[in-house]
């Protein structure tokens, strides 16, 4: 078997993900997302680091010599762009929070404070605010807390991909082993989200070497690998739907065998997940990721401020959180769908305007430094190959 040169299946896999991400996120009273599956699988976390660590292994990891700086050329540029306009964005919130507070208009909390506060701006620019306890994680735009994660575990990967074949993937497994044994002894040394993407991103990096070792030999029958796929998506629903000791660090585990498995494209779910819906979201994963936040934090003012205005209960606090309600149950769970569409649609133009445009600068870059280090061809010569950025990690 052929390594594919891209993981559809995963990638679509990223974008189930990112939409449940969505759901997660999302509090609407009397609607489906309120059952058990949507309100438990934060696990589903582990899966990103994971499914990251296997792409970037299979673009960068297999490459004799690696340059540092097209890599993180690369990485800053793909994922840079998207999180400077979403901070920028949640900046400007606060800020016509704070025009609203001052005129005795009140939403929620006063405006700059908390996970809003001023000194959390830093921390966010610089994607440093998941990896200390000095920082508020969730701050501003909360999901690019795995965005700060992934970031520096990038940089730490692409310095180790500098070592040879094989020392590089024994530092990948050494880490992936070692930050496993610490979590599951509770000695962490650092943040338990840092020691999360670490143990689960180098975990990524070796299931693809386990891949590369048995594509070959293993010849995928369709019957067979449904029903693998079949048990793998139960187990995964398992681990979400359960409690126990080490739930996180076991779900990994099972996220490796998951892709892993999916990787092969072998069954009748992997022929589903290559369905254009379906590879839609995956291309879209990210700037679903990214955008989602600001697409709820602008519904959820607009229902405060309607409540204010009518005196209906659109956004009743329930157990400490804010929810929106229409009032019927049936337009709750339409209202839930349209939101779903909303942030694809909105991920679409952030996708083509902001993502897209990132990569394509990121490229031009990469271009130019391969071709600082390139010496003059002569006429005759083969042009040399530039380095090119991934499009899917």
Known sequence: MKPAQRFTTLDSFRGVCALLVVFFHLHVVDTFIQLPFFRR?????NFFFVLSGFVLAHTYGMKPSLSFKSFFISRVFRLYPLHLVMLTLFILFETVRWIAYKKGFYLNNVPFTGLFAPQEILPNLFLVQAWTTLTETMSFNYPSWTISIEFYIYMLFGGLCMLSMRNRFLAFAAISLVAFVLIFSGNEPLVERAMLGLSCFFAGNITYVVYLLIRDKFVPRLWLMTVLECAMMYATYWIVMNDFDYRSPFGSLTFCG?????????????????????????????????????????????FIVAQKITGIELAPMVDGQRFMDTGSMLANNIFVVAVAVSCVVVAAFAHKYIEMKGYELGKRFVGRAGKAKTPAQKPDSVPAMKPQIDRVA
């Open 41 to 45: 699988d934060e696990v589903l976390l």
């Open 258 to 302: 998951l892709v892993l498995l999916f990787a092969f494209e072998g069954g009748l779910v992997s022929v589903l997940l290559k369905t254009s819906v379906f590879v839609l979201l995956g291309k879209l994963s990210y700037s679903i990721y990214m955008t989602h936040a600001a697409v709820l934090f602008c519904l959820v003012t607009l």
